[in-house]
């Protein structure tokens, strides 16, 4: 609980369902945790898209900034210009490049 910026952040970010290995799929998966960006976002439909969220939409805590920018950044200033084309360093693959950075 003491990563997350609140309890309903928390629960959101650990949450399993029995029944849809893909979260996805899952109606009852409200809220999905980036960890590589550090970023809250609500999905959509479509399983793709999804809409970044600043505050727990349930008591309001300000959540952190997204790192989405900073990793795009970092990659690229060391040589990585298509992160999704690219076989990057297994470490942006987790939260360990802003992490033990």
């Known amino acids: 609980m003491a990563s997350y910026p609140c309890v309903h952040m928390a629960q959101y970010a650990k949450f399993q369902c029995d029944q849809h290995p893909e979260p996805k799929d899952c109606h009852d998966a409200t809220i999905k945790y980036n960890e590589i960006f550090d970023e809250y976002s609500i999905p959509h ?3 793709v898209s ?18 989405r920018d900073l990793w795009f950044d ?10 999704w084309g690219q076989e990057i360093p297994e470490k942006f693959k ?5 992490v033990h950075n």
């Open 45 to 47: 439909g479509d399983g």
């Open 50 to 67: 999804q809409l970044t969220i600043n505050n727990c939409p349930w008591c309001g805590t300000q959540l952190p900034e997204s790192k």
């Open 74 to 83: 970092t990659l690229e200033s060391i040589g990585y210009d298509n992160p």
């Open 94 to 98: 987790s939260k360990s490049w802003r």
